[in-house]
């Protein structure tokens, strides 16, 4: 059965440092999804992404994330310099079509800790 | 604005024993809902879904019904095992916008 895969499953970075966190998502689906879940805390949504550019941002993504999707299989998202409070289980989730019976499949995970 | 809440836990069953988890929403228009389950060490698999009033999702015999009347969509299974033991999220897709709603999470722990 297809499924979303993540890379890596666990990063360390220092404050400051910039992360990029990789996805390959579902090969037929055409939407994207970065979502983060702070310990103990419910899962946010943080963008969604559609032909090629974000269709819909949270508060939480301000300019110090982008996504992108350098070829016809991965999806990154990029922390610029990362904050103490930017650590999180980050995870990918992709969907074949949009609409109200949308279905979103997740990967299992990044969990990203900043020292 | 769209919004999902959940009965906290944990809740603690002894295996067989019936279990619901409370799952009420408030959003604009007609969302459709899900459960995802989330197990040790792993992501979010969705367990089951619907997408309008008064159907019924199901899936590993677990169940939920749509209600729109008294907006829930509570999570039950006549039966639990211990490999059931997770934390279970209920969530909400709609209106104007194409992102996943998720309430706070429900751990269930299931003994022996």
């Known amino acids: 059965e297809p499924e979303v895969t993540q890379t890596p499953s666990h990063q360390v970075t220092q404050m400051g440092q910039e992360v990029i966190l990789r996805c390959v998502p579902i090969?037929?689906?055409?939407?994207f999804y970065w979502y983060r879940q702070i310990l103990g805390q419910k899962v946010e949504f943080l963008v969604s992404f559609y032909n090629n550019e974000i269709s819909e941002k949270s508060e939480i993504f301000d300019d110090q994330f982008s996504v992108e999707r350098p070829d016809g299989s991965n999806f990154t998202l990029k922390i610029r310099s990362t904050k103490l409070e930017d650590s999180a289980m980050y995870f990918c989730a992709s969907s074949e079509l949009a609409g109200d019976s949308d279905t979103q499949y997740f990967g299992p995970g990044t969990r990203l800790t900043v020292l | 604005g769209n919004s999902v809440t959940q009965m906290e836990g944990p809740v603690t069953l002894s295996e067989e024993a019936f279990l619901t988890i409370n799952c009420t929403y408030t959003?604009?228009?007609?969302?459709?809902l899900f459960w995802y389950v989330q197990y040790p060490g792993e992501g979010l698999q969705l367990l089951l879904k619907a997408t309008k009033a008064d159907d019924k999702g199901s899936n590993k015999g677990f169940e939920a019904t749509y209600r729109k009347e008294t907006t829930s969509f509570h999570l039950e299974k006549g039966s639990v095992q211990v490999s059931d033991s997770a934390v279970y999220f209920c969530?909400?897709?709609?209106?104007?916008?194409?992102?996943?709603?998720f309430g706070t999470g429900t751990l269930l722990a299931v003994q022996p």
């Open positions: 969530a909400l897709y709609g209106g104007a916008t194409n992102k996943l709603i």
């Open positions: 959003a604009t228009g007609y969302p459709s």
């Open positions: 090969s037929n689906h055409l939407y």
